[in-house]
């Protein structure tokens, strides 16, 4: 084979390694290292070093071969000096031509001769300077040729694009970093407004207190147990705290009422979930449907709830979970004018009204969750704590909750005749 | 001694010459290891290195450049290198790229040896 094909050969081979490495993803110091072994592989170089370009005309070493990794301590560039590399001929930047070298070849020489570096070249990415390149002498012994200073040229402008690539690439994912931070802080700033305006809530009705906060966890246990996602558990939790935010409007002393109201405040109470859906359809939620969960949360399967008499498909699966976690809390809670249900009392309603109130499908999953905690199978008790740790007493629990979901999930078909 | 552990790369002395296999293809990974078998060696205090390249098909620029380190690290510690049994065509690209300037080009191992310490060996099986 001629020298000069052998020649090409190898210089085509390092070209196309050199375009593979910075295309790549991997460690930026083993891309700047494995490009400058190219560039000094191809030409047979002995040594050279990479360095970038930094704040204030500082320079800052990035990779070194053959030479030691203090070279560029103390070094700086200049804008003058940048400029100057824009616009003179390669021939310029040779250490060893004392006549029309650049200034920051000249500043250098000395050090540069001692550590055995020939050739000084800018590495350039859209006009700017980026950095510069560092190469010693060919082992052959022979001065660099016009087609090497081509060759040369042509792998440091793919090392320069490399380099600015990366820390492109780096930016853009410190700035995604950032944002996803600052999205968690949002997050978790809107979701302690909301829990502080769920308190603010519940302190209008002086008989229910903590209730939103209970509606929102009993919620968020019964969605993750029905599988939803992470992002999805989030919004039902949100809609739990904020299902009541309609008695906001509704009148104080009906609310507060310690005996059974009549028909017109019966029909201003239940004002509440429709006055709740006009307050919180203007927000732009970070979470989908949350309005519409507080303004079904009273409907029933079988057509009989407010505001509007949906049946069953016509409700949406986060109101049928915010009806069973707020009917649940009313259920478990004591009020002035009555003590709280006992479990197995609660379990019978669940039971009865599962098909007609309640979507079976959600009861069993609640049942299921309560189970889990029942019998040690998670650790976390959310249910139980919020109960009270008196309430679950007794050994039927476990039999109680499991006949539960052994009746509801195969009864779920039964009781389909609405309206 | 022998060396087929963690590096991978096979060596052995002859007295205070060190002989390392290079494998199938030198690059990055090939080199690297290569290169540091070469600088143990070298620090462990042997005075003369061998690099076969019997098993080598090709050589790429990074391979070029990991042999031009070695053969610095050698020339620093005053060490004398040789490259056994190296085939035609990269022959033909070492003495292109000058690197036959700075080694010994041996026919195999045992002349490499001869030409480095002065004295035969045996034949080695690897």
Not at chain 1, 86 to 95: E, P, Y
Not at chain 1, 148 to 176: C, K, N, S
Not at chain 1, 389 to 416: C, F, H, M
Not at chain 2, 51 to 76: H, Q, Y
């Amino acid at each position: 084979m001629e020298p000069s094909t052998q020649k090409l050969i190898h210089t085509f081979g390092a070209l196309a390694d050199l375009g593979q490495e910075i295309a790549g993803r991997g460690d930026f110091s083993e891309m700047v290292r494995t490009s400058m072994h190219l560039l000094l592989g191809t030409l047979a170089l002995r040594r050279g070093a990479v360095a970038e370009c930094v704040d204030e005309g500082a320079i800052r070493c990035v990779s070194v071969w053959g030479v030691g990794d203090q070279i560029f301590t103390d070094f700086s560039i200049s804008e003058a000096e940048k400029q100057e590399f824009l616009t003179r001929n390669v021939s310029d930047f040779l250490v060893s031509t004392s006549a029309s070298a650049t200034a920051f070849v000249s500043r250098y020489r000395e050090r540069l001769l001692e550590e055995g570096i020939e050739l000084v070249l800018p590495m350039i990415v859209r006009d700017e300077v980026t950095g510069v390149v560092l190469l010693g002498r060919k082992a052959s012994g022979e001065e660099v040729s016009p087609d090497d200073f081509e060759t040369i040229r042509a792998m440091v402008r793919h090392i320069g694009v490399g380099i600015h690539t990366h820390r492109l690439l780096e930016q853009v994912a410190q700035r995604a970093e950032e944002n996803r931070r600052l999205y968690e802080e949002l997050r978790t700033i809107y979701s302690a407004t909301v829990r502080a305006f769920a308190a603010a809530i519940d302190t209008k009705d002086k008989y229910t207190h903590g209730h939103s906060e209970r509606v929102g966890r009993y919620s968020e246990i019964i969605a993750r147990e029905l599988g939803w996602s992470e992002a999805e558990v989030e919004g039902i939790q949100i809609a739990g705290y904020l299902h009541d935010v309609g008695k906001l409007v509704v009148d104080r002393d009906i609310i507060n009422a310690p005996y059974n109201i009549n028909a017109k405040e019966s029909s201003e109470l239940n004002r509440h979930p429709a006055a709740g859906y006009e307050i919180l359809a203007p927000i732009n939620h970070p979470y989908a449907d949350i309005p519409l969960m507080a303004k079904y949360h009273h409907e029933r399967l079988d057509g009989r709830g407010y505001p509007d008499g949906l049946v069953d498909e016509q409700i949406p699966i986060g109101a049928k979970i915010v009806s069973l976690a707020d009917s649940f809390d009313a259920m478990t809670t004591d009020r002035p004018y009555r003590r709280r249900r006992s479990f197995e009392d609660v379990v019978r309603d669940l039971r009865e009204n599962s098909g007609k109130q309640f979507d079976p499908k959600v009861v069993a999953a609640f049942a299921r969750a309560l189970l889990k905690e029942v019998n040690g199978q998670i650790k976390e008790r959310r249910i139980t704590k919020m109960l009270g740790k008196d309430y679950l007493q007794g050994e039927n629990v476990p039999t109680l909750l499991s006949d539960l979901i052994t009746d509801l999930t195969g009864a779920g078909s039964e009781v389909r005749s609405y309206k | 001694m022998d060396n087929t552990n963690g590096s991978l790369v096979r060596s052995h002395c002859v007295g205070t010459t060190a002989v390392v296999y290079a494998s199938d293809y030198l690059n990055k990974l090939t080199g690297e290891k290569i290169e540091r078998e070469c600088r143990r060696q070298l620090d462990g205090g042997c005075h003369a290195l061998v690099i076969d390249f019997s098993d080598t098909k090709l050589v790429n620029s990074i391979g070029i450049s990991i042999l031009l380190g070695i053969i610095d690290v050698a020339e620093k510690s005053g060490a004398r290198i040789a490259f056994s049994e190296v085939n035609t065509q990269t022959v033909q690209l070492f003495e292109m790229l000058g690197l036959t300037r700075h080694v010994v080009l041996a026919k195999d191992e045992r002349e490499a040896l001869l030409v480095l310490t002065g004295f035969e060996t045996t034949p080695i099986v690897h």
